[in-house]
C-alpha cells in the first residue's frame, strides 16, 4: 500500500460518516467513469504529470477501488478524493470544484488570529483601531489542537499548498486554520463549538479550551499592498500606487498584475510617472500580495529597466503539452511574451542570446519533450524599451510568499538585472497556462496547467519560487501591524548605498 493511499483511507475513513449524511450523491458507476476521463484528462492535457514522481494513476485506480465499494458516492467525497490526486502532482494551479457545493449551515472560526514568525504560527489578538497584541506572551506559539501537532492537523486541508514552497506553504496552512469549525467537524470531535489549543514558548506548553468565534479573526500583515490599496485600485485611484518617498525615492505598489483592457488608465499613468522618476535616487517596486494577473506590467517596467548596451537576456522558457502547432494558443502565449525561437518578434541579436543560453541550460527535471510544443521564450533587450528612457538607478523589487503566478514571474524575470535586487522573503512562484475542464458526470471543474515555465536556472516556478537577493523576514514590529519593517529597511540601504 502505497504513502497516498494509507494516509487517504486515514482521512476518509474519519470522514465518510459525514459525507453520508449529504444529500448530494451520484451513482458510483458514474463516478469511476469520472475518474476515468480525469485520468485521460491529465494523460494527455496536463504538464505537470510528466515532472512529478507521485504515482497519479495508482492513486487514482486506488480510488476506484474504495468507491467501488459503495453504493453511491457522496459528491464531497468525490470532490475531495481527486482534489487530493491533483494537489500532489505539483501543479499549483490545479484544483477541482464543485459549483453547486452547499454553504454550510453554520460556520464556527479559530477565536483568535494565527501569523508566521519565525517559522512558527504566533497566536496574536486584535484590537480595534490599534495593533495585534501576543495572545498569550508567555507561550506565545500555537503548538497543537485537541492534541494534535497543528502541522499534521491542517495537512488534509492545504491542498492548495500542498506543494508550495516552504514559507508560502506554512502561510497557506496558517490562513487555512482560520476555518476551524469545518475542520473539528471533518475530524469528528465530540464538541465542534470549542476547542483545546496548546501553547508553547519553544520549551514549555500550556493547555487551554477556547470557544470558537461566530466571527472569522484574521491576520493582516502591515505590508501586504494588495490589502492596503485596494480600494485605491478598485475604484481605479493608480495615483495612490505611485509617489516618492522621502522627497527622492520612487515608489511603485502593484497589488495585482493589471492589464491594460481592463485598466488602460493604469499604464497611461505609469508612464507618465516613470518620466517623473527620471532623476530619484532609487525605485521600489513593492509586490507583495501580489497574487498575479497579467504579464503586461513585467515588460512595460523591463522597457525602463533593460540597459541600451545589456545584451539581450533570456528570462524566461516554457514548453506546452501540445504537439500539434497549429493547436498552440498563440493568444495566450503572445500575452505572456513567450515565442518560438523562429519567431518575427525575435532578431538576431535575441536569438544569439538564445543559442548562448541554451548552451549551459538545464532543466531540473528530465521529461519527454516529444510530448511538448518546441521551447517558447521572453527575452529581454533595451530594444524592448526603445521608445523609454534608461532607469539606471537601483531598483528592489519587495515581495514575498504571496507574489503568485504572474507576480512571481515578475520576480523571477527580473532576477539577475544588472541593476535589480529582490529583498524580502522567497515568493510562492508558479506558471502553468491554465485550463478548465468539466467532468461528464459529477460536473466536478478540473484546473489543470498546460505548461511548464522555468526560470533561467532551470528550476520550474511552481514548487520553488523565486529567492531574494536579500533576504527581509518581517519583524515582530511588522507582525503586530506597528510598522511596515520590510518597507522601512529597503529605505535604509537606499540611504547607506
Same mark, same amino acid.
Given at each position: 500500500?502505497?504513502?497516498?493511499?494509507?494516509?487517504?483511507?486515514?482521512?476518509?475513513?474519519?470522514?465518510?460518516?459525514?459525507?453520508?449524511?449529504?444529500?448530494?450523491?451520484?451513482?458510483?458507476?458514474? @463516478?469511476?467513469?469520472?475518474?476515468?476521463?480525469?485520468?485521460?484528462?491529465?494523460?494527455?492535457?496536463?504538464?505537470?504529470?510528466?515532472?512529478?514522481?507521485?504515482?497519479?494513476?495508482?492513486?487514482?485506480?486506488?480510488?476506484?477501488?474504495?468507491?467501488?465499494?459503495?453504493?453511491?458516492? &457522496?459528491?464531497?467525497?468525490?470532490?475531495?478524493?481527486?482534489?487530493?490526486?491533483?494537489?500532489?502532482?505539483?501543479?499549483?494551479?490545479?484544483?477541482?470544484?464543485?459549483?453547486?457545493?452547499?454553504?454550510?449551515?453554520?460556520?464556527?472560526?479559530?477565536?483568535?488570529?494565527? @501569523?508566521?514568525?519565525?517559522?512558527?504560527?504566533?497566536?496574536?489578538?486584535?484590537?480595534?483601531?490599534?495593533?495585534?497584541?501576543?495572545?498569550?506572551?508567555?507561550?506565545?506559539?500555537?503548538?497543537?489542537?485537541?492534541?494534535?501537532?497543528?502541522?499534521?492537523?491542517?495537512? &488534509?486541508?492545504?491542498?492548495?499548498?500542498?506543494?508550495?514552497?516552504?514559507?508560502?506553504?506554512?502561510?497557506?496552512?496558517?490562513?487555512?486554520?482560520?476555518?476551524?469549525?469545518?475542520?473539528?467537524?471533518?475530524?469528528?470531535?465530540?464538541? @465542534?463549538?470549542?476547542?483545546?489549543?496548546?501553547?508553547?514558548?519553544?520549551?514549555?506548553?500550556?493547555?487551554?479550551?477556547?470557544?470558537?468565534?461566530?466571527?472569522?479573526?484574521?491576520?493582516?500583515?502591515?505590508?501586504?499592498?494588495?490589502?492596503?490599496?485596494?480600494?485605491?485600485?478598485?475604484?481605479?485611484?493608480?495615483?495612490? #500606487?505611485?509617489?516618492?518617498?522621502?522627497?527622492?525615492?520612487?515608489?511603485?505598489?502593484?497589488?495585482?498584475?493589471?492589464?491594460?483592457?481592463?485598466?488602460?488608465?493604469?499604464?497611461?499613468? #505609469?508612464?507618465?510617472?516613470?518620466?517623473?522618476?527620471?532623476?530619484?535616487?532609487?525605485?521600489?517596486?513593492?509586490?507583495?500580495?501580489?497574487?498575479?494577473?497579467?504579464?503586461?506590467?513585467?515588460?512595460?517596467?523591463?522597457?525602463?529597466?533593460?540597459?541600451?548596451?545589456?545584451?539581450?537576456?533570456?528570462?524566461?522558457?516554457?514548453?506546452?503539452?501540445?504537439?500539434?502547432?497549429?493547436?498552440?494558443?498563440?493568444?495566450?502565449?503572445?500575452?505572456?511574451?513567450?515565442?518560438?525561437?523562429?519567431?518575427?518578434?525575435?532578431?538576431?541579436?535575441?536569438?544569439?542570446?538564445?543559442?548562448?543560453?541554451?548552451?549551459?541550460?538545464?532543466?531540473?527535471?528530465?521529461?519527454?519533450?516529444?510530448?511538448?510544443?518546441?521551447?517558447?521564450?521572453?527575452?529581454?533587450?533595451?530594444?524592448?524599451?526603445?521608445?523609454?528612457?534608461?532607469?539606471?538607478? &537601483?531598483?528592489?523589487?519587495?515581495?514575498?510568499?504571496?507574489?503568485?503566478?504572474?507576480?512571481?514571474?515578475?520576480?523571477?524575470?527580473?532576477?539577475?538585472?544588472?541593476?535589480?535586487?529582490?529583498?524580502?522573503?522567497?515568493?510562492?512562484?508558479?506558471?502553468?497556462?491554465?485550463?478548465?475542464?468539466? #467532468?461528464?458526470?459529477?460536473?466536478?471543474?478540473?484546473?489543470?496547467?498546460?505548461?511548464?515555465?522555468?526560470?533561467?536556472?532551470?528550476?520550474?516556478?511552481?514548487?520553488?519560487?523565486?529567492?531574494?537577493?536579500?533576504?527581509? &523576514?518581517?519583524?515582530?514590529?511588522?507582525?503586530?501591524?506597528?510598522?511596515?519593517?520590510?518597507?522601512?529597511?529597503?529605505?535604509?540601504?537606499?540611504?547607506?548605498?
Amino acid at each position: 500500500m502505497n504513502n497516498w493511499t494509507l494516509k487517504t483511507i486515514v482521512v476518509l475513513a474519519l470522514w465518510l460518516p459525514c459525507c453520508l449524511l449529504s444529500a448530494q450523491q451520484i451513482a458510483t458507476e458514474k @463516478a469511476l467513469a469520472d475518474i476515468d476521463e480525469l485520468t485521460s484528462i491529465l494523460t494527455e492535457k496536463s504538464s505537470y504529470v510528466h515532472l512529478t514522481d507521485f504515482g497519479w494513476k495508482s492513486a487514482l485506480q486506488q480510488a476506484k477501488r474504495i468507491l467501488a465499494k459503495q453504493d453511491s458516492v &457522496p459528491m464531497e467525497h468525490l470532490l475531495f478524493m481527486l482534489h487530493d490526486v491533483i494537489s500532489r502532482i505539483g501543479d499549483r494551479h490545479a484544483k477541482v470544484e464543485w459549483e453547486e457545493q452547499p454553504e454550510p449551515e453554520k460556520v464556527l472560526f479559530l477565536p483568535f488570529a494565527l @501569523a508566521p514568525y519565525e517559522e512558527k504560527a504566533i497566536a496574536l489578538q486584535k484590537h480595534r483601531g490599534a495593533p495585534f497584541t501576543v495572545l498569550f506572551p508567555n507561550y506565545p506559539y500555537l503548538k497543537a489542537i485537541n492534541a494534535q501537532p497543528i502541522r499534521s492537523f491542517v495537512a &488534509p486541508f492545504n491542498m492548495r499548498g500542498r506543494s508550495a514552497p516552504t514559507e508560502a506553504k506554512r502561510l497557506r496552512a496558517i490562513n487555512r486554520l482560520r476555518y476551524l469549525g469545518d475542520m473539528l467537524e471533518f475530524y469528528q470531535f465530540g464538541d @465542534a463549538t470549542a476547542a483545546s489549543f496548546t501553547f508553547t514558548d519553544g520549551q514549555k506548553d500550556t493547555t487551554t479550551i477556547i470557544p470558537l468565534s461566530q466571527r472569522r479573526g484574521s491576520w493582516d500583515d502591515i505590508g501586504d499592498i494588495r490589502d492596503r490599496y485596494k480600494r485605491d485600485y478598485k475604484a481605479k485611484n493608480y495615483a495612490a #500606487l505611485m509617489h516618492t518617498l522621502e522627497g527622492e525615492i520612487a515608489y511603485l505598489a502593484l497589488p495585482k498584475m493589471f492589464n491594460a483592457e481592463d485598466h488602460p488608465l493604469y499604464f497611461e499613468l #505609469l508612464k507618465n510617472k516613470m518620466e517623473a522618476y527620471r532623476n530619484t535616487k532609487a525605485m521600489i517596486i513593492d509586490i507583495r500580495g501580489n497574487s498575479g494577473g497579467s504579464r503586461m506590467p513585467i515588460w512595460m517596467l523591463a522597457s525602463y529597466i533593460c540597459a541600451p548596451d545589456q545584451t539581450p537576456q533570456v528570462v524566461n522558457m516554457a514548453y506546452i503539452r501540445e504537439t500539434n502547432p497549429d493547436s498552440l494558443d498563440l493568444h495566450a502565449l503572445n500575452k505572456r511574451y513567450l515565442y518560438p525561437y523562429d519567431s518575427p518578434n525575435f532578431n538576431a541579436e535575441d536569438r544569439k542570446a538564445i543559442d548562448a543560453f541554451l548552451q549551459t541550460f538545464k532543466t531540473a527535471y528530465t521529461f519527454d519533450k516529444s510530448l511538448f510544443s518546441e521551447a517558447h521564450y521572453t527575452v529581454f533587450s533595451h530594444r524592448n524599451g526603445k521608445d523609454h528612457y534608461h532607469y539606471d538607478k &537601483p531598483v528592489y523589487l519587495l515581495m514575498n510568499e504571496q507574489c503568485f503566478s504572474a507576480a512571481g514571474v515578475l520576480a523571477a524575470t527580473f532576477k539577475g538585472l544588472p541593476n535589480v535586487k529582490l529583498v524580502g522573503v522567497n515568493t510562492d512562484g508558479s506558471s502553468g497556462l491554465s485550463n478548465y475542464f468539466r #467532468l461528464k458526470n459529477s460536473g466536478l471543474i478540473v484546473k489543470l496547467s498546460t505548461m511548464i515555465s522555468f526560470q533561467p536556472d532551470g528550476r520550474p516556478l511552481d514548487g520553488f519560487g523565486t529567492a531574494p537577493d536579500i533576504e527581509l &523576514p518581517r519583524t515582530m514590529e511588522q507582525v503586530l501591524g506597528e510598522k511596515d519593517s520590510q518597507l522601512e529597511a529597503v529605505l535604509q540601504m537606499i540611504k547607506q548605498q
